[in-house]
Protein backbone atom coordinates (compact mmCIF):
# COMPACT_ATOMS: atom_id res chain seq x y z
CA UNK A 1 0.00 0.00 0.00
CA UNK A 2 1.05 3.75 -1.23
CA UNK A 3 0.61 6.50 0.58
CA UNK A 4 1.44 10.07 0.49
CA UNK A 5 0.36 11.75 3.58
CA UNK A 6 1.11 15.65 3.65
CA UNK A 7 1.25 17.93 7.27
CA UNK A 8 2.22 21.42 8.09
CA UNK A 9 -0.97 23.55 7.20
CA UNK A 10 -2.89 25.53 9.30
CA UNK A 11 -3.97 29.57 10.18
CA UNK A 12 -1.74 32.06 9.27
CA UNK A 13 -1.58 35.76 9.19
CA UNK A 14 -1.31 37.56 6.29
CA UNK A 15 2.66 38.33 5.44
CA UNK A 16 3.47 35.35 7.43
CA UNK A 17 5.01 31.67 6.46
CA UNK A 18 3.99 28.17 6.54
CA UNK A 19 6.60 24.65 5.57
CA UNK A 20 4.22 21.90 4.30
CA UNK A 21 5.94 18.53 3.94
CA UNK A 22 4.45 15.12 2.11
CA UNK A 23 6.30 11.61 2.76
CA UNK A 24 5.89 8.68 0.60
CA UNK A 25 5.58 5.22 2.15
CA UNK A 26 4.52 1.81 0.91
CA UNK A 27 6.02 -0.50 -1.52
CA UNK A 28 7.88 2.13 -3.68
CA UNK A 29 10.25 1.51 -6.42
CA UNK A 30 10.96 5.00 -7.32
CA UNK A 31 9.67 8.55 -7.30
CA UNK A 32 9.62 10.73 -10.43
CA UNK A 33 8.27 13.77 -10.32
CA UNK A 34 6.44 15.21 -7.24
CA UNK A 35 5.06 18.42 -6.96
CA UNK A 36 1.93 20.63 -4.64
CA UNK A 37 -1.82 21.39 -5.91
CA UNK A 38 -4.51 23.26 -4.55
CA UNK A 39 -7.85 23.87 -4.32
CA UNK A 40 -9.60 27.00 -3.26
CA UNK A 41 -13.47 26.60 -2.39
CA UNK A 42 -15.74 26.59 -5.62
CA UNK A 43 -12.12 26.63 -7.91
CA UNK A 44 -10.58 24.20 -9.88
CA UNK A 45 -7.32 22.26 -8.30
CA UNK A 46 -4.34 23.57 -9.71
CA UNK A 47 -0.64 23.77 -9.88
CA UNK A 48 1.31 25.46 -7.52
CA UNK A 49 4.85 23.71 -8.24
CA UNK A 50 6.37 20.59 -9.39
CA UNK A 51 10.25 19.13 -8.87
CA UNK A 52 11.93 16.22 -10.97
CA UNK A 53 13.99 13.58 -9.10
CA UNK A 54 16.97 15.88 -10.43
CA UNK A 55 15.90 19.23 -8.49
CA UNK A 56 14.52 20.58 -11.31
CA UNK A 57 11.61 22.92 -10.49
CA UNK A 58 8.91 25.07 -12.40
CA UNK A 59 6.06 27.09 -10.17
CA UNK A 60 2.41 28.92 -11.67
CA UNK A 61 3.11 32.28 -11.88
CA UNK A 62 0.94 33.27 -8.56
CA UNK A 63 3.33 31.36 -6.24
CA UNK A 64 6.84 32.23 -8.22
CA UNK A 65 9.02 34.39 -5.69
CA UNK A 66 7.61 33.58 -2.72
CA UNK A 67 7.36 29.45 -2.49
CA UNK A 68 9.62 27.32 -2.98
CA UNK A 69 9.55 23.57 -3.37
CA UNK A 70 12.27 21.34 -2.48
CA UNK A 71 12.63 17.04 -1.69
CA UNK A 72 14.82 14.66 0.19
CA UNK A 73 15.06 11.91 -2.15
CA UNK A 74 16.77 10.00 0.88
CA UNK A 75 12.99 10.45 2.39
CA UNK A 76 10.48 9.88 -0.35
CA UNK A 77 9.34 13.95 1.00
CA UNK A 78 8.83 16.83 -0.55
CA UNK A 79 8.24 20.10 0.95
CA UNK A 80 6.58 23.67 0.06
CA UNK A 81 7.81 26.65 1.69
CA UNK A 82 5.82 29.41 1.99
CA UNK A 83 6.14 32.95 2.37
CA UNK A 84 4.39 36.59 2.08
CA UNK A 85 1.45 34.15 2.49
CA UNK A 86 -1.66 36.04 1.70
CA UNK A 87 -5.31 35.91 1.57
CA UNK A 88 -5.58 34.28 -1.87
CA UNK A 89 -3.04 31.31 -1.07
CA UNK A 90 -6.00 29.84 0.94
CA UNK A 91 -6.93 26.56 -0.34
CA UNK A 92 -6.65 22.58 0.63
CA UNK A 93 -3.20 21.39 -0.51
CA UNK A 94 -2.75 18.64 -2.12
CA UNK A 95 0.74 16.32 -2.83
CA UNK A 96 1.18 14.23 -5.77
CA UNK A 97 4.03 12.09 -7.36
CA UNK A 98 4.43 10.00 -10.02
CA UNK A 99 6.24 6.78 -9.10
CA UNK A 100 7.25 3.46 -9.90
CA UNK A 101 5.76 0.81 -6.82
CA UNK A 102 4.79 -2.97 -7.54
CA UNK A 103 1.68 -2.05 -9.00
CA UNK A 104 3.70 -0.45 -11.96
CA UNK A 105 3.88 3.21 -12.91
CA UNK A 106 1.19 5.08 -10.47
CA UNK A 107 0.21 9.02 -9.97
CA UNK A 108 -0.75 9.33 -6.45
CA UNK A 109 -2.66 11.68 -4.12
CA UNK A 110 -2.49 13.05 -0.91
CA UNK A 111 -5.33 13.48 1.08
CA UNK A 112 -4.69 17.61 1.28
CA UNK A 113 -3.66 20.00 4.22
CA UNK A 114 -5.79 23.33 4.93
CA UNK A 115 -4.01 26.77 4.55
CA UNK A 116 -5.77 28.88 5.57
CA UNK A 117 -4.29 32.92 5.29
CA UNK A 118 -6.51 35.19 7.31
CA UNK A 119 -6.26 38.00 9.83
Known amino acids: QVQLVESGGGLVQPGGSLRLSCAAS????????MGWYRQAPGKERELVAV???????NYADSPKGRFTISRDNAKNTVYLQMNSLKAEDTAIYYC?????????????WGQGTQVTVSS
Open 26 to 33: GSIVSIFD
Open 51 to 57: ITSGGIT
Open 96 to 108: NADMRTGLGYVNY
